[in-house]
């Protein structure tokens, strides 16, 4: 999808308000970030479908476990973490994924906890053929991120 974003650009001078910020440094589409979005692909487990993306092609990959971010699509209007994405998959191949029952993953009427978050980390790196990740976790993922390396050491590089 190309269109218009919100991107909060750095403020240059103390006294500049980002709502003074021209609406030109805050567009972000696709030209103008140089990349084409990865197209959002479906992992199977039980009856639900994992919605993640794989981009960058490189022995390494990392598994980006995000905390409350936007969806996988949504997140590629930011510019500031296309040029930080752009940036990680210059050394390793990048997965992302939306966690179950939020965003393009299947609803759930059920809290997700972090077991739940591990199995949907198996269940895309396993959909993607990868059988060694780095994992790399934003915000409330910390949890996440700790159990799936103590349940699953063979998964990590």
Same mark, same amino acid.
């Given at each position: 999808?190309? =269109?218009?974003?919100?991107?909060?650009?750095?403020?240059?001078?103390?006294?500049?308000?980002?709502?003074? /910020? &021209?609406?030109?440094?805050?567009?972000?589409?696709?030209? +103008?970030?140089?990349?084409?979005? &990865?197209?959002?692909?479906?992992?199977?487990?039980?009856?639900?479908?994992?919605?993640?993306?794989?981009?960058?092609?490189? &022995?390494?990959?990392?598994?980006?476990?995000? =905390?409350?971010?936007?969806?996988?699509? +949504?997140?590629?209007?930011?510019?500031?973490? /296309?040029?930080?994405? @752009?940036?990680?998959?210059?050394?390793? =191949?990048?997965?992302?994924?939306? @966690?179950?029952? /939020?965003?393009?993953?299947?609803?759930? /009427?059920?809290?997700?906890?972090?077991?739940?978050? $591990?199995?949907?980390?198996?269940?895309?790196?396993?959909?993607?053929?990868?059988?060694?990740?780095?994992?790399?976790?934003?915000?409330?993922?910390?949890? $996440?991120?700790?159990?799936?390396?103590?349940?699953?050491?063979?998964?990590?590089?």
């Amino acid at each position: 999808m190309k =269109g218009p974003c919100i991107y909060r650009a750095p403020i240059a001078h103390p006294e500049e308000s980002p709502i003074n /910020i &021209p609406a030109s440094r805050n567009l972000c589409t696709e030209e +103008r970030a140089g990349f084409n979005k &990865p197209a959002a692909q479906y992992a199977k487990y039980s009856s639900l479908n994992i919605a993640f993306q794989v981009f960058g092609s490189v &022995p390494m990959v990392v598994v980006y476990i995000p =905390g409350q971010v936007p969806d996988i699509d +949504r997140m590629w209007s930011y510019l500031a973490l /296309i040029h930080f994405l @752009q940036g990680q998959w210059k050394v390793a =191949g990048m997965m992302l994924f939306d @966690q179950r029952g /939020i965003w393009l993953s299947d609803r759930l /009427i059920e809290l997700f906890t972090s077991e739940t978050r $591990t199995e949907d980390i198996c269940t895309i790196m396993y959909a993607a053929g990868s059988q060694k990740a780095v994992l790399f976790e934003h915000s409330d993922s910390s949890c $996440t991120q700790a159990l799936f390396a103590t349940n699953y050491p063979y998964f990590i590089s």
